[in-house]
Structures are given as structure tokens and as C-alpha cells.
């Protein structure tokens, strides 16, 4: 497979498989990732659709790297786009669990769907999802440490999502403490950046 090929079906299913894992993680019902907790507060106060919501949030926050100079790439647009959309299909098609323990395993199951996910979207070097460029550009513009701009910019969405009605729990935390090993766990076995290297020489 030529490797534009490959990067952008790289691309494209890490984006879907990332909407349909935060959909498992959300219908599991333990609790979800900050930002997802911040679009389920929203969707519940304004009756969009948690997948729309989702896109609306990514847009908003890109909007926010005009004055943070940030420059989107081609995986910045498809990641406000698709991962919001998947998500709003797959939650009707992801069953409710029946007790802790079917709930506990959807959890997991979540968390390493998106895990694998982020490798995938990552390792095709479209550039940077909306909110990861946010943290960025608040850590170079202000020079904050990248793990500051990050944890301030998540308790605050958490914190505004939870006050909205969204869903913090166990899950959260084992969302937080999961999902970074998990990516970079999958990057290494997808990351076209050597590859990519490779093609510009």
C-alpha cells in the first residue's frame, strides 16, 4: 500500500474507532474522560446529541488556536469532524450493560478501543487533534510545562461538565491513568513518522 494511502486510512479509521470507543466508555455508564464530560453537560442542557456536541466542542477549541498561533493540519479537521460523528452513531448501537461487572469489562474495553485509536490517528502524522493543540499552544505561549497546560485545561473542563450534569466516576480515573501507556503503547507499532522521514529524503 503506497504510504499516502496508508497514512490517511490510518487516519480515518483511528478517528472512527476513537468515537466508537468513547461511545463503549460512555454507555458503560462509570464515568468518561474530562472532555467527554464536559459535551455530556452541554448535550444535557441544550438537547444536542452528544456526537454533534462533541464536533461543536472540537470546533470551538480550534477557534481558540487563532490567538495561541497554532497552525491545524489536514488530522486536526478530520478529528473535529469524524470522531464526534462516530460516536453519535455507534452510541444507539453499543448495548446497555446488565450488572457492575458487564459495565466494568465495557470500561476497559472503551479505554483500549480509544488507546488504540490514538495510535493510530497519531501515528499517521496528520498533525495535532484540536484539543492537544490547545494544550500545546498554552504551554508555548505562556511556557507552562506541557503536563501543567494539560492537567489545569482538564480539571477545568471536568469541573465545568460536572457542575453541567456529565458523567465523572471511576471511570475517569481509570481513564486518566490508562489512556496515556495505552496510546503510546500502540503508536509504537503505528507510527508512520520513520516511513514518512523516509519518503521526504
Known amino acids: 500500500m503506497p504510504l499516502g494511502v496508508r497514512r490517511v486510512t490510518q487516519l480515518m479509521i483511528g478517528l472512527i474507532l476513537y468515537g466508537v470507543g468513547v461511545a463503549v466508555v460512555v454507555v458503560a455508564g462509570l464515568g468518561v474522560d474530562p472532555w467527554t464530560v464536559l459535551a455530556e453537560g452541554l448535550a444535557l442542557r441544550t438537547g444536542i446529541g452528544l456526537g454533534w456536541m462533541t464536533n461543536i466542542i472540537g470546533l470551538a477549541v480550534l477557534a481558540l488556536w487563532i490567538p495561541l498561533h497554532q497552525k491545524p493540519g489536514v488530522g486536526t479537521v478530520a478529528n473535529i469532524l469524524v470522531v464526534g460523528t462516530a460516536l453519535q ?93 495505552a496510546s503510546h503503547a500502540a503508536l509504537r507499532v503505528f507510527d508512520t513518522r520513520g516511513a514518512v522521514r523516509i519518503g521526504r529524503t
Open 89 to 181: 452513531f455507534a452510541l444507539p448501537l453499543v448495548p446497555t450493560p446488565e450488572n457492575l461487572l458487564q459495565a466494568s469489562g465495557m470500561l476497559l474495553a472503551g479505554v483500549a478501543l480509544v488507546g488504540v485509536a490514538g495510535g493510530l490517528y497519531i501515528g499517521a502524522r496528520f498533525g495535532a487533534g484540536p484539543r492537544d493543540g490547545l494544550m500545546t499552544g498554552i504551554s508555548g505561549r505562556w511556557g507552562w510545562p506541557l503536563w501543567f497546560a494539560r492537567t489545569a485545561v482538564e480539571i477545568t473542563v471536568l469541573t465545568i461538565g460536572w457542575a453541567l450534569g456529565g458523567t465523572v466516576g471511576v471511570g475517569t480515573v481509570v481513564y486518566a491513568l490508562s489512556i496515556g501507556p
